[in-house]
């Protein structure tokens, strides 16, 4: 009750703080939707692995466009600076699921993949956090 | 000194979104997106589809197809388990006011997850299509057609042959008209979904 705003976020436990910072310090959420519209894409055929594969082409697209965009998400957490171009694969990668993949895991992964895109293109990073250690 | 000029001092300052440039952004890929779902309904797009893990349902007033194969296999869906099947090749087919449906469940209770095409005389075309089919009803018609056929021996575009001395059919063309079918997955290499309706609706509303 007796503190004031200054202590907001140093009270809190030390292994907190440093996942705070180390969340601030990059485009968290944007990320976070992307692998999860990836993984929502890669998921949603279920299809039995050699039954994919005999699909040829069409049948793989599915699960590699799942996968990339959730290694489009993971790169943009890395590689803060490269946010504009991961955000725009992003946005790319989950329009073409929509005819590659159940039309992009059901709507879902591709809506999911979009809005983190968006976010990734749109974050901007704090003062004197553009070269992170 | 103001103490709002410099949050946490020292530490490098939170970094935040653009709120212009995300609206900015996510307004083409929207513009981009819907787009691509009115191309998909229009027939411009094929879309590959590709649905397993339990028992969906499939509802097409015709089918008609050639290159059509048939012969007894084992699908496992994902809960580990092994389920006789008739695997099922056509090789490119028309379908005609296709209907399938999937019952899934969500963290907020029961799904149905539909998708319709095919209405108003412009038929689903499919190529390479292989369903792993668990049951079937309708009235069908073949073009010569060898029942009994050793099932190693099919010929068709998907590739899909069984074991040695197992039983098969395998015919030229195939029609089926009223078709119901229980499927624990469909794969096409291609789907051109013409008028192409989804729906995600709540509860059960399956095609039949």
Redesign the interface.
């Known amino acids: 009750m007796t503190t004031g705003a ?1 202590t907001r ?2 009270t809190e436990r030390p292994g907190r703080g440093r996942f705070r ?1 180390w969340r ?4 968290f959420w ?1 990320g976070l939707l992307v692998m999860a519209g990836g993984t929502v894409v890669a998921l ?5 692995l050699p ?2 594969f ?3 082409v ?2 793989v ?2 699960y590699t466009v799942g996968l990339l965009m959730a290694a489009v998400g993971v790169l943009s957490w890395a590689q ?1 600076t490269q946010r504009v171009f991961f ?2 694969t992003a ?1 790319l990668l ?2 073409f699921s ?6 992009g895991g ?2 879902v992964g ?2 999911l993949g ?2 983190g ?3 990734l ?9 553009d070269h ?1 250690d | 000194m103001p103490a709002s000029a410099s949050p946490a001092g020292g530490a490098p300052s939170a970094g935040r979104t653009g709120w212009g440039r995300f609206a900015v952004v996510l307004l083409a890929a929207l513009t981009a997106a819907a787009a691509m779902a009115f191309w998909t309904a229009r027939g411009g797009v094929a879309a590959s589809l590709a649905v397993s893990g339990h028992v969906f349902k499939v509802r097409a007033d015709r089918l008609e197809g050639t290159g059509f194969a048939q012969y007894p296999d084992t699908a496992a869906t994902a809960d580990g388990e092994v389920h006789p099947v008739a695997l099922t090749v056509i090789d490119s087919a028309e379908l005609e006011d296709l209907c399938q449906s999937a019952l899934v469940d969500t963290p907020v209770g029961q799904a149905t997850f539909l998708v319709r095409a095919g209405g108003d005389g412009r038929p689903v075309e499919a190529e390479h299509m292989v369903v792993d089919m668990h049951q079937l009803t309708g009235d069908a018609e073949f073009g010569d057609i060898e029942i009994g056929r050793d099932a190693s021996t099919l010929v068709n575009d998907s590739g899909r042959t069984g074991d040695p001395g197992g039983f098969a059919l395998q015919g030229r063309t195939v029609k089926i008209t009223g078709l119901r079918q229980r499927a624990y997955s469909v794969n096409a290499g291609t789907f051109t979904l013409t008028g192409l309706e989804l729906d995600l609706k709540r509860g059960d509303h399956e095609c039949f």
């Open positions: 200054d976020g140093r910072r601030r310090s990059r485009p944007g949603a055929p279920l299809a039995p039954l994919i005999q699909q040829g069409a049948g697209s599915g803060p955000g725009l946005v989950s329009l929509f005819p590659a993949s159940n039309f059901f709507g591709m809506l979009l809005t895109g968006a976010l293109a749109a974050w901007i990073p704090g003062r004197g956090a992170p």
